[in-house]
């Protein structure tokens, strides 16, 4: 097995299939290594944030969220409709699966942000984070909507309600949300931009209308991550000392999830003209690029180590789904193997070297990708 080209029987043990509205509620309530989460943190750490050392970008950006250049934008237009009845009957059902895959993972961890961002805002009374949370709740709602929209199309619209009240929450101390959510923000802005420009030059590859709607959208998600940079910018002991070695950890343990789970979406990025492992590779250089603006440790994601781990943590996931399936006692054995072999992998990645970069005095980025 090329774990850069994983057959479907590969893909169908890692992603399941979804046949039903209840299997699709299932699949966005499960949480496991590679799905997105839930958190919750430390509400009064957040409200004690002191945003006045960045007060003047801080405004700035505050009056971009006002502006909501996007508030009419999540909204389907006249063509969307015919595009879809025309379009979807001609995916094959293993292209359909994996397309399935990608709404209901993208539509949950829309829908984590969103509550995160809400139970924030509800548990604080910092002015400054209040509003940004408020702002940011508002967006990520649209977004999960959007996609809910299409899971509808195909009769497995998620209920939001329930699966508020039914899915695990994690508990990540809040130095841990800075980190992880601002580079699932950014990483977020890359997946989305990198699809939408290769459908700019391939219109033909399109082969659902919601690419269209990607360019404008992830300007929220980069905005996002703009506001994170800005939080640790303005807390710099986030950036300095033992808390490098966590930047360093969230880096890889976020770059390592996507790969994984992209991994499992061959057919749905061939149809779009990628390949899953290149896809990637331009996301992590677009994210390691913007994330320059706020760490001051860059992953190698050129060294050779760093690219023979990523492929050896696909292969383990292949293993440790099919140990699973297995079940009994061989398969514990088995899955217990492929976790050994998952953290030693992992361990080996993290001690590739780093780069280091010295913060920039500009702390903002633009979206120019
Ligand atoms: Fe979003
Ligand atoms: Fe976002």
């Known amino acids: ?3 850069n080209s994983l057959d479907f029987d590969h893909v169908e043990l890692l992603i399941g299939s979804v046949e039903s509205a209840e299997e699709a509620n299932a699949k966005a309530v499960k949480s496991t290594v590679l799905t997105p989460r839930f958190y919750t943190t430390d509400f009064a750490a957040l409200d004690r944030l002191d945003m006045s050392p960045v007060r003047a970008q801080w405004d700035a950006m505050m009056k971009e969220y006002e502006g909501d250049n996007n508030h009419d934008h999540f909204q389907r237009d006249s063509t969307f409709a015919d595009e879809v009845r025309q379009l979807m009957p001609q995916l094959s059902p293993e292209l359909r699966q994996e397309f399935l895959d990608f709404l209901i993972s993208s539509l949950t961890s829309e ?12 548990n604080i009374s910092n002015p400054d984070i209040k509003q940004l949370m408020t702002y940011m709740a508002r967006d990520e709602s649209r977004h999960a909507g959007f996609i809910n929209q299409s899971l509808k199309d195909f009769n ?12 695990h929450y994690t508990f990540f101390k809040p130095k841990y949300i800075y980190y992880a959510t601002y580079l699932s923000e950014k990483i977020g802005y890359a997946r989305y931009i990198t699809i939408f420009r290769q459908l700019e030059r391939h219109p033909d590859k399109r082969f659902h209308p919601i690419f269209r709607w990607f360019e404008r959208w992830c300007n929220d998600e980069f905005r996002h991550g703009e506001s994170f940079a800005l939080m640790m910018r303005a807390n710099p002991h986030l950036l300095r000392g033992h808390n490098l070695l966590w930047i360093r950890f969230f880096i890889l343990a976020v770059y390592a999830t996507m790969y994984v789970r992209d991994h499992t979406r061959p057919l749905m990025h ?30 190698d994601i050129d060294h050779p180590v760093f690219r023979k781990c990523m492929t050896r943590l696909v292969e383990i996931a292949v293993a440790d789904a099919k140990a ?9 054995l088995q899955h217990g193997w492929c976790v050994t072999q998952a953290v030693a992998t992992f361990a080996r990645l993290y001690f590739v070297p780093v780069k280091r ?5 500009e702390m903002r980025v633009q979206p120019t990708w």
């Open 1 to 3: 097995m090329s774990p």
């Open 111 to 122: 829908f984590s942000g969103c509550i995160l961002y809400n139970e924030i805002r509800k």
């Open 156 to 167: 497995l619209g998620i209920d939001l309600g329930s699966l508020k009240k039914t899915k």
């Open 270 to 299: 061939e149809a779009m003209g990628l390949h899953s492992t290149d896809y990637d590779y331009e996301v992590f250089r677009i994210t390691s690029q913007i994330a320059r603006q706020v760490f001051p440790v860059e992953v």
């Open 324 to 332: 699973k399936k297995r079940g009994g006692l061989m398969g514990a």
């Open 357 to 361: 970069n010295p913060l920039p005095a």
